[in-house]
């Protein structure tokens, strides 16, 4: 079994698949089988990031100024916070 969190270190600090093997004590046939994971495990993380900002709607917010600061965001964000700094600032969630 090969320790994948050791390949991985070696790995970032740019050693060749053999050094990798004989300090991790596994194969460089394990070395590039951790490389093809972390590549698998990279392509996933992008495509679900690509994802998240393709479902992530767009939030609009109108300013309008009265005695109390008030933001106005208009979509469908029921049920979500919205935290802002300062005094005095109310956040209405509208349909």
Not at 16 to 44: D, F, M, P
Not at 75 to 86: A, E, I, M
Request: charged share 30%; hydrophobic share 40%; aromatic share 6%.
């Amino acid at each position: 079994m090969r320790d994948s969190d050791l390949i991985r270190k070696l790995l970032s600090s740019k050693m060749t698949y053999r050094e990798i093997a004989r300090i991790g004590k596994c194969s460089t046939g394990a070395v590039s089988a951790e490389v093809r994971a972390l590549k698998a495990e990279a392509i996933i993380n992008e495509k679900n990031k690509a994802l998240e900002q393709a479902l992530l709607p767009k939030l609009e917010v109108k300013r309008s100024w009265s005695e109390t600061d008030t933001i106005v965001v208009d979509n469908n964000y029921q049920g979500h916070d919205f935290s802002f700094v300062g005094q005095g600032m109310n956040l209405e969630l509208e349909k």
